[in-house]
Each structure stands twice: as structure tokens, then as C-alpha cells.
């Protein structure tokens, strides 16, 4: 296992929550910041409530706000570009569309008032900056959105997960999501007793939605659409994989899934949708893992179908994202390498989209709201 160091590090003004590098401009990437205002009669760091938007019934009444901060990879280099500020909410989770826009690169953000908001990257000669297109009202201004997923397929559609344990399945009702015009159908797919973390959808589409979702009930589950899209059913639930929250699910294939959890724990699961659930294979990373990022996946015809598949973890707890590999047959990750810089949480992490074995990762800590940037070789390990 290498140990690994920073090339560039940076101080934010606010605690980073969510990061994302844009897919069409991938010199480009976004962070998104999250500030609870205490109340004058509050101290400590401990309210209660951090990135994750698990609010206590104090913390719940208190503003918040936040910030887009749009930034510039140049070399080993990270240049800070614009600010977009966010003073009526704070920012849970990013996306950029997988899909073709024709206004260029379009941001969705997940916001703590219960909005979903898009936003297009303007890029020009002189200026870069992100601009608002339009804002869609999901819950009740109490109900966080705390975290989105678009459709890899569809690109009207998009998935939310809530802070009221419900996720929800957005569709616009004509022309694109971010139209602002036109209206979006809101459907609640599956409800968690608690927190809805993360959701997904699976890979295979056939026309009708299939999707996984986690919460803070250690339930993961499976739902389908029936004939209409409100006529969602639970394939399977399975509480007993998982020894706390589900935070991340990342599948693989119709059947594979990773998840992160607030267990410590990183696990394959072979989760098809009739039959019994099994995990391959698991590590524990020694923190809570937040989010999970493919470096590569590479299927193998060969040695009986075997797969060998990289990922980066950002490891909520000890802050320390981890590289896990899988190969040969048996199923099991090997931590390749460690990034121990972080003291204390490390929410947001992501790794810039270019091709080859040496990777540019950014990763950042939220109560030292500190940014670095790093460099990892899946050829070498180093």
C-alpha cells in the first residue's frame, strides 16, 4: 500500500460538502459548500448536524447557506475561477448531466431548502462562470435534498433522496429538466423509516425505472416501476448486510452493487432481483465511507468472467480516500493506496475524467475546509 502526498494544497472560505469535475471541461470541477449559522447562544462544533444534513430539532431552525465554487486544474495547479453564493440554502450534493446539452455543461444541486436547482457552466474567452437556469420546489422548505442522481439513459429523468426518509423520481412532463417552463412530475419511489442517503439506478432499462436506494435505517432495497410510474414495487429489502446507515451504491452490472456505509465498511454485493443477496467480498476502510468513485472497470472475458475494477473512497470519518482493486476469480479488494492529509471529515472527493493509468484527484475536509490535490498511478501503485 503507498502512502501518498499532496501536490497543491488550498484553504477554503466555507466546509466543503460535494465536488464534482465537469465531464465536457474536465479541467473545470465544482465544490459545493455547506454552512449551518449558529445561533448566538450555540457553541461548539458539535450541533448536531454536519454535511451529512442529519439535523437535530435545534439545528433544524437555524439558516443556512452555502456557496458554488467553480475551479481551474492548470498543471498541478488549482485556480480558483468564480463564486456562485447560495445565501437561502446550503449545497448537499452535485451532478453534472451525462447528457447532451444544447446550452453546454448543466449542474444539478441538491439543496437543503427542499429545491432542486440547475445551473449551466458559461465558458468564453474572456470569463468562466456558472449561471442560474431554474429552480424546482420538491418538499416542504424543512426537507433536505440530500443527494441526486440523473437517469444514465433517460436524460428527463432524475433521482433524489430526502432528509424525510423518502427517494423520489423526477420527470419532466415535456422538453428538458432544467427547462424551469415547463413543470416536473414528482413520484415517491420507496420510503426509509429515516434519512434516505443515496439512490441509483440500475444499469439495465428496458423502459421502465429500476432503481436502488439506501438510508439511515441500514435498509438497502430494490424498487420497479409498474405500468404507471406511480406503481413503484420493493423487488427485495434486505436490512441485514449493513450494520449502520447506507451512505453510497454504485452498480457495476444488472446484479453488482457497491456500497459505502457508515459501518466503515466498503462491500460487493451480488443483488439480483430474485434471490438471496450476498456479499463477495468487503474492507474495512477505518471510517465511515461516504462516496465511491470508479477509476476504472475493466470486465474480462477470460479466467471464467472475472472482473477487475478500481475505485477510490472517500472515507467519511478518518478522511482518508482509499483505492480498492478486485481480480482473479475470488472476489476481494486490496487497498492500493492512502491519502492521510485530511483531519477531519471527508465528504466530497472526486477524481478528473482523463483517460490512463495516472489519476488527478482532488479531495477535501469539511471542518478544515481544506482542498488537496493529488496524483495516484493505477500502473504503478504509486
Partial sequence: MTSISSVERLTLDLPPACIAFCPTEPEYFVIGTYHLHRKENQAGEDLGEDASGSPSSQAEQQKRSGTLELFRVQGEQVIHIATEPTPDYSIL?????????????????????????????????????????????????????????????????????????????????????????????????????????????????SGALDLYSGGDDQLLQQTV??????????????RRIHQAGITY??????????????????????????????????????????????????????????????????TALSGTPEVGSESDGEWQFEILGRFEEHQSMNYASDVQ????????????????????LWRFDLGIGA
Fill in 93 to 205: 450534493d452535485i451532478q453534472w448531466t451525462p447528457h447532451h446539452a444544447a446550452s453546454g455543461p448543466v449542474l444539478a444541486v441538491a439543496a437543503s431548502t427542499g429545491l432542486l436547482v440547475f445551473y449551466r457552466f458559461a465558458k468564453s474567452r474572456e470569463a468562466q462562470r456558472l449561471v442560474h437556469i431554474s429552480s424546482e420546489r420538491i418538499c416542504e422548505p424543512e426537507t433536505l435534498v440530500l443527494s441526486l442522481a440523473w437517469h444514465p439513459k433517460n436524460p428527463k429523468v432524475i433521482g433524489l433522496t430526502l432528509s424525510d426518509g423518502r427517494a423520489v423520481v423526477c420527470r419532466a412532463r415535456q422538453g428538458d429538466l432544467w427547462a424551469g417552463d415547463q413543470g416536473i412530475e414528482i413520484t415517491t419511489a420507496f420510503s426509509h423509516s429515516l434519512e434516505a442517503w443515496w439512490l441509483a439506478f440500475s444499469p439495465s432499462y
Fill in 225 to 238: 416501476e409498474g405500468e404507471e410510474p406511480e406503481q413503484c414495487t420493493s423487488l427485495w429489502q434486505d
Fill in 249 to 314: 451504491i454504485l452498480p457495476l452490472s444488472q446484479d453488482l452493487i457497491l456500497t459505502g456505509s457508515y459501518d466503515d465498511h466498503i462491500r460487493l454485493i451480488s443483488a439480483p432481483a430474485v434471490g438471496r443477496r450476498q456479499v463477495l467480498a468487503e474492507a474495512n476502510l477505518g471510517g465511515g465511507v461516504w462516496r465511491i468513485k470508479l477509476l476504472f472497470h475493466h470486465p474480462s472475458h477470460e479466467q471464467g468472467g472475472s472482473e477487475n475494477t478500481a475505485s477510490g473512497a472517500s
Fill in 353 to 372: 475524467p482523463e483517460e490512463g493509468d495516472r489519476k488527478l484527484i482532488v479531495s477535501t475536509s469539511f471542518y478544515d475546509k481544506l482542498l488537496c
